[in-house]
């Protein structure tokens, strides 16, 4: 797939969601170091207009922890949305994040076996069935200066957050990976990065504005659903061991340890593979 070949729907996705976010722009760019880097600089400028910033080349991307995400013209979606969010707590945004994806790519969960299920490993990535990863979310904030006319006790808690989403579309190698990547046209033969870009962004910002007002209470049973993690044994980066018991209502990860249950809120999370059992 070369750029040539990529069509955005760019203006389909302005008239799409501008009715529910007034001054939202869409740009596509052909190469840049990170969009979420590249939206954070225009934020700490002063310029926090909500913008869906779309990179057909990442030169630079980061993951969590400052990992690399770096992907050739059309092997992955890579996009970041800022935009100002006054929410009253801002736990469990990357997980409501995940659900909003999640769904967006896999409307229905299949049933175990049938095909790949989309999954949600805590805190910020997308897997489907056989532990491989599909995709990843970083979100950040920065400091933002309220319009002269906001309401003044609203004011102190905007900020101008960025959600940056990196999927793969296109299959990649798994050297040097315990397990190879998994990719959309794994799920739906065809499926390119414009046309996910579409299904994903419309429910991404009513998401994004359903959770300012409620928060991530009322996305907890949908991450259930799709919760990778639920019983099975993890290792905390804190060097505790237990098993994961879903998440609460603030989306902390609750892990039962030799000490009793611990609600996790920022500890890498490993898994431990299950142990092949004998056929």
Request: one cysteine or more.
């Amino acid at each position: 797939m070369t750029a040539l070949s990529l069509r955005w729907p760019a203006e389909a996705l302005w008239e799409a969601v501008v009715p529910q976010l007034p001054g939202f722009s869409v740009e596509v760019l052909p190469s840049i170091d990170s969009t979420n880097t590249e939206l954070m600089r225009r934020a700490r400028a002063g310029l926090c207009d909500p913008t869906l910033l779309v990179a057909e080349q990442q030169t630079a991307g980061r993951g969590r922890l400052g990992r690399a995400w770096q992907s050739d013209v059309g092997a992955s979606l890579m996009m970041s949305l800022g935009l100002p969010l006054a929410p009253a707590d801002w736990s469990g945004l990357s997980l409501a994040v995940g659900v909003s994806v999640a769904e967006s790519l896999q409307p229905v969960l299949p049933a175990a076996g049938q095909a790949p299920r989309v999954g949600l490993k805590w805190p910020n990535d997308l897997w489907i069935t056989g532990d491989r990863k599909l995709g990843g979310i970083l979100v950040e904030t920065a400091s933002f200066v309220a319009p002269q006319d906001a309401p003044a006790e609203r004011a102190p808690a905007i900020r101008y957050v960025v959600v940056g989403i990196g999927i793969n579309v296109l299959p990649r190698s798994g050297e040097g990976m315990s397990m190879p990547p998994a990719s959309l046209q794994e799920l739906e033969p065809g499926l390119t990065a414009p046309e996910a870009l579409l299904r994903i962004v419309p429910p991404l910002v009513a998401m994004l504005q359903s959770f300012e007002g409620y928060g991530f209470s009322p996305m907890q049973a949908r991450f259930a659903q799709r919760d990778i993690l639920q019983g099975r044994a993890v290792a905390l980066s804190d060097g505790q061991a237990g098993t994961a018991h879903g998440v609460g209502e603030d989306g902390a990860l609750l892990v039962q340890t030799a000490s009793g249950m611990q609600a996790v809120t920022s500890s890498e999370i490993s898994v431990r593979p299950s142990p092949v059992l004998p056929s």
